[in-house]
């Protein structure tokens, strides 16, 4: 055979060759973008976090190798550090429970709908977060239909909505609701049908085939979904200064006020450093949790 | 072995919008009997299945097993199970997990030993950890049976099983297809378009056609005497020639056709009126070089022509003859002839017996 087709043989190894430099080519303009954006401002953050108050001057701040600025961030900021962690991990649920039907509905029962059901999903993003998130200022509002409703049945502990902690988890849930749909529809969409008869076939009710056959299959979706909520939510601070009281500042606003009004950027940066640890550490564990039968 | 139940669908129908799929089947199924239901696409027959399955609801009619009404029940309900077309195992188990999926659903704890068995029916026992993308489309097939088999169904629905699986491996699941029937005495309902593959492993074919049952029987029985035009072309081939009935002395009728006269066996015609296709298998025909005319047997049909097409196909060579109202009639010949085959352009006659010849309403 060889013999037959010697050309072949010569020209396949150049055509790789090529073939693989051409990839790393492509790789070049996303190396420098990350490098200016990602990998140098990192550093630069990393570098800021332990600098210490000049001696000469108040307000400014010198190069040294301060580890404490971590210590004194983290215990004087740790209750927003907490609250953080319990506003994103509700809102991660609610978006969970709010998405999954939506998504399920838009992936097995949409037909010819599904595309526009799609472009519904994603149309509040066409408007700007911020702005978005000022309207459900008025929604949440004191005199709103909302918060009369609830509070004509007595469900509000403090008799209001905007500036509470449930305003905050409110907003978070909906502004990240999107990016929680859009994976789980993605997962959802790819499960064949047939699997699903499958388990009818086989003597599973309805809710065991979707206990057994859906949901086990959809759960890259809803890694995918819950990170892709949860990690934007824990950083988040236009929600809790739009929404909520001084009492429900998240860590983003500490790191805001930390940098914008304090000017302590140490203190700025050390915070950012945790947040950014406490986010890989969660999620590294998450992910090791959803790669077993844990979550199953 | 335990006792198991005809199969009864009694005036099926089913609709989607203004398209009948089914259309008022009626039909008994023998309880531990290989059933084959072939049609080409669309026409119904894996809507019956799913029917069957529980996994469509009829419009009208009912479905038992035995004289239990099962009409009504979920498919998670029925004590049916279902080989998919693309077999459709669950991706995340393993295939142990797989086969003993119905099983756990039933509340059944000690699964180890049916399990153990069942994979052992099938030759897989040494894959039970392996995931149903390791294997390959053959295994796949057979964990599939085994999935549904192990449930003890009282009726095992293959939808085209065999469709997805190349045609040497196909040759091989269907004889392991007819040994795992024999060896369980389950009724097996098979739905396949291949003829061929329906024939080769049923005991009973049912020829479908636009949501209805054209003939059904025995393989051979429907293949040597189709009582339609549908059947007679779908089921292998056929030559068919139209004509009008002459006579009928006792037993036989004669046919004219294109001035050509045949005859036919009175229990063989399936015409109701004067209107008559005249039918033939093409093995059925004998060729023979027009000089040997006279070498034909008295009683047989016969039909002069040239031939305009010889294929040779390994263990059979194909001729066109041209007919002398110019219609192309199809003999195979076995390829056991010693010397010259006929070629293109030679005058033949071609004759069949009588008791070969079959008669078709038009």
């Known amino acids: ?296 | 072995m335990r006792q198991v139940d005809d199969l009864r669908l009694d005036h099926l129908t089913k609709s989607f919008g203004e398209m009948t799929a089914v259309d008022d089947l009626s039909l008994t199924i023998p309880a531990g009997s290989f059933f084959a239901l072939v049609g080409a696409s669309g026409c119904g027959k894996t809507t019956t299945l799913r029917m069957v399955a529980g996994l469509e609801d009829p419009t009208s009619g009912r479905i038992l097993i035995g004289d239990r009404d099962i009409t009504g029940m979920r498919a998670y309900q029925r004590p049916v199970n279902t080989v998919f077309q693309s077999y459709a195992l669950f991706p995340h188990l393993d295939i142990y997990e797989n086969v003993a999926f119905g099983l756990r659903r039933r509340g059944i704890k000690d699964v180890k030993g049916p399990v153990e068995s069942m994979l052992d029916l099938v030759e897989l026992g040494p894959m039970a950890r392996r995931k149903p993308s390791q294997l390959s489309g053959g295994q796949q097939q057979r964990v599939a049976v085994a999935r549904a088999l192990i449930n003890e169904p009282e009726v095992l629905l293959l939808d085209e099983p065999l469709g997805a699986l190349d045609l040497k491996l196909r040759r091989q699941m269907q004889i392991e297809l007819k040994r795992i029937q024999t060896e369980v005495g389950t009724t097996f309902v098979h739905v396949t378009h291949d003829q061929e593959e329906a024939m080769t492993m049923a005991d009973t074919v049912a020829v479908m056609n636009a949501g209805r049952i054209e003939q059904m029987g025995y393989p051979a029985e429907v293949y040597e005497l189709p009582r339609t035009l549908f059947v007679a072309n779908f089921l292998g081939q056929s030559n068919i020639i139209s004509g009008a009935v002459a006579g009928s002395d006792g037993s036989m009728v004669t046919v004219s056709a294109h001035g050509a006269a045949f005859r036919l066996p009175g229990d063989r015609n399936s015409a109701s009126g004067a209107a008559i296709l005249v039918g033939v298998r093409p093995e059925k025909v004998t060729l023979l070089d027009a000089v040997d005319s006279a070498r034909v047997p008295a009683p047989h049909n016969r039909v002069d022509g040239t031939v305009t097409d010889v294929s040779y196909t390994g263990v059979s060579t194909q001729y066109l003859v041209r007919t002398p109202w110019g219609q192309e009639l199809t003999v195979f010949e076995q390829n056991d002839i010693v010397g010259d085959r006929a070629a293109v352009g030679d005058p033949v006659v071609m004759h069949w017996a009588v008791e070969h010849t079959f008669g078709l309403e038009p």
Not at chain 1, 3 to 13: M, R
Not at chain 1, 149 to 160: A, C, G, T
Not at chain 1, 222 to 233: Q, R
């Open chain 1, 1 to 296: 055979m060889a013999a037959v087709l010697p050309s072949g043989g010569v020209s396949a190894t150049p055509v790789a060759q090529r073939r693989s430099r051409t990839g790393y080519f492509l790789l070049l303009p996303g190396m420098a973008w990350l490098g200016i954006f990602f990998a140098i401002p990192f550093i630069t953050l990393f570098v800021t976090s332990l600098q210490a108050p000049s001696p000469d001057a108040a307000g400014q701040f010198v190069p040294a190798f301060q580890v404490s600025n971590y210590a004194e961030a983290f215990l004087n900021y740790w209750p927003q550090f907490v609250r953080s962690l319990v506003y994103a991990g509700l809102a991660t649920i609610f978006a969970l429970l709010i998405g999954y039907p939506l998504a399920y509905f838009i992936a097995f029962r949409g037909g010819k709908w599904r595309g526009l059901l799609l472009v519904l999903v994603v149309a509040p993003t066409f408007a700007s977060f911020l702005l978005r998130t000022y309207a459900w200022q008025t929604i949440l509002s004191d005199n709103s239909p909302i918060t009369q409703f609830l509070n004509f049945l007595h469900l509000l502990p403090d008799e209001r909505i905007l500036n509470t902690g449930i305003a905050v988890v409110a907003g978070l849930t909906y502004n990240f609701l999107p990016f929680m749909i859009l994976p789980l529809y993605a997962a959802l969409e790819k499960i064949d049908p047939r699997l699903i008869e499958a388990g009818s076939d086989l003597y599973a009710s309805p809710v065991t085939t979707f206990r057994k056959v859906t949901w086990p299959l959809s759960l890259p979706g809803v890694v995918a979904g819950t990170l892709l909520t949860f990690i934007p939510a824990m950083g988040d601070y236009i929600n809790a200064q739009l929404l909520g009281s001084t009492g429900d500042r998240m860590i983003g606003n500490a790191i805001q006020v930390n940098f914008i009004q304090f000017r302590d950027y140490p203190i700025a940066s050390a915070l950012s450093f945790i947040l950014m640890a406490a986010i890989l550490v969660l999620v590294f564990s998450y992910i090791r949790r959803a790669g077993t039968e844990d979550l199953v």
